[in-house]
Structure formats: C-alpha cells, structure tokens
Nanobody
C-alpha cells in the first residue's frame, strides 16, 4: 500500500517535498510521480528506479523537481522547487514490481499500485 503525503499551499517560487511510503511491502523496482490538475489528464512527471540510479523527468519539471529514494525508509521523495501556479494539482505516486524502459516509465498504464494523492496548490 502506498501513501503520498507532503502536499499543501505554497506561494509561487516556494518549495515542497512530497513523500511516497510503502507499508506492508517494498516499493517495487520502479516508482513514479504523477499529477492531475482540474479538467486535465493525469501527467507523469518523474520516475526512479529502486537503486536510484535511473531517473526520468518530464520537460515541465526538469531542473526544478528532484526525485530520490531512501530504501531504508521504503520511501520515495519528490523535492519541488521554484513552484509555479501551473504546478497546482493532485499528486499521486505509483509503483510497479518490475522495471520498464525509461522511455515509457511516465505512462500511467504501466503501474500496478497507486497512492491516494496529495494536493499541491501554488498561489500566484
């Protein structure tokens, strides 16, 4: 079971750190963060391999967001800096047992397990 946390209200330019923790099982070989803004489709924004070596970012967050993993805590983090109003969304984490190629790791259809989502609101 995955649990996402760390969302909240922040001003433009601010920072938040989201956490995705697995309880009762390991995180799996691949974990990703997705977001869904009102009226929009779910968007994959970053994924990371269990080792932490392989990381992928979508263009809109590259250079501002950093994904990391702490296997001892069974947790994946998403550090979000320089936040913009367009980052406002519900953020979800997801995992799968077996890795897929980086080229498709931001596609939601590949993920078996999902957290409940945490709301991030960036005010202008």
């Amino acid at each position: 079971q995955l649990q996402a946390s760390g969302g909240g209200l922040v001003q433009t330019g601010g920072s938040l750190r989201l956490s995705c923790t697995a309880s009762g099982s390991s995180l799996g070989s691949l974990v990703a963060w997705f977001r869904q803004a009102p009226g929009k489709e779910r968007e994959g924004i970053s994924c990371i391999s269990r080792s932490g070596v392989s990381r992928v970012y979508t263009d809109s967050v590259r250079g501002r967001f950093t994904i990391s993993t702490d296997n001892a805590k069974n947790t994946v983090y998403l550090q979000m800096n320089s936040l913009k109003p367009e980052d406002t969304a519900v953020y979800f984490c997801a995992s799968r047992a077996v890795r897929v190629p980086n080229s498709v790791c931001l596609n939601s259809i590949h993920y078996e397990y999902w957290g409940q989502g945490t709301l991030v609101t960036v005010s202008s």
